[in-house]
Nanobody, 123 residues
Framework: QLQLVESGGGLVQPGGSLRLSCVVS????????TGWFRQAPGKEREGVSC????????YYVDSVKGRFTISRDNAKNTVYLQMNNLKPEDTAVYYC????????????????WGQGTQVTVSS
C-alpha cells in the first residue's frame, strides 16, 4: 500500500528557510511523479512544485520561483522541498502527493496524498 509521510514544517520568521521531506513507501519513486501542494485557510489547494518520474522535469508556481527547490533521492524514496526566503503568504498546510499525472502539477491528477505539514511564516 502506497503511503506518504511529510515532515519539516514549523514556524519561521519572514526571510527564513525550511526543508520539507516526504518519505514514500509501497513503491519506488522512479515510477512516480511527485509533487508538493499547499492549502491556505479559505483557499483552494494549489500545486507548488512537482517533479516528473522520467526525466526529472520540474514545475514551480510563479510565486515560489527562485525561492523553492524540489529534489528527490530515489535511494531513500524521499522527496524534498527546500524553501528559502519564506514570506507570510507562504503560510499553509503543505502536502506531498504521488501519481502518474497527465498534467505534472495539477491537483486533480494526484490520488495519493500525505497527511500534510503546517508551515507558518510570521514575525
Amino acid at each position: 500500500q502506497l503511503q506518504l509521510v511529510e515532515s519539516g514544517g514549523g514556524l519561521v520568521q519572514p526571510g527564513g528557510s525550511l526543508r520539507l521531506s516526504c518519505v514514500v513507501s509501497g513503491s519506488t519513486l522512479d515510477n512516480l511523479a511527485t509533487g508538493w501542494f499547499r492549502q491556505a485557510p479559505g483557499k483552494e489547494r494549489e500545486g507548488v512544485s512537482c517533479i516528473s518520474r522520467s526525466n526529472g522535469r520540474t514545475y514551480y508556481v510563479d510565486s515560489v520561483k527562485g525561492r523553492f527547490t524540489i529534489s528527490r533521492d530515489n535511494a531513500k524514496n524521499t522527496v524534498y522541498l527546500q524553501m528559502n526566503n519564506l514570506k507570510p503568504e507562504d503560510t499553509a498546510v503543505y502536502y506531498c502527493a504521488v501519481d502518474r499525472p497527465h498534467r505534472l502539477c495539477s491537483v486533480f491528477d494526484y490520488e495519493t496524498w500525505g497527511q500534510g505539514t503546517q508551515v507558518t511564516v510570521s514575525s
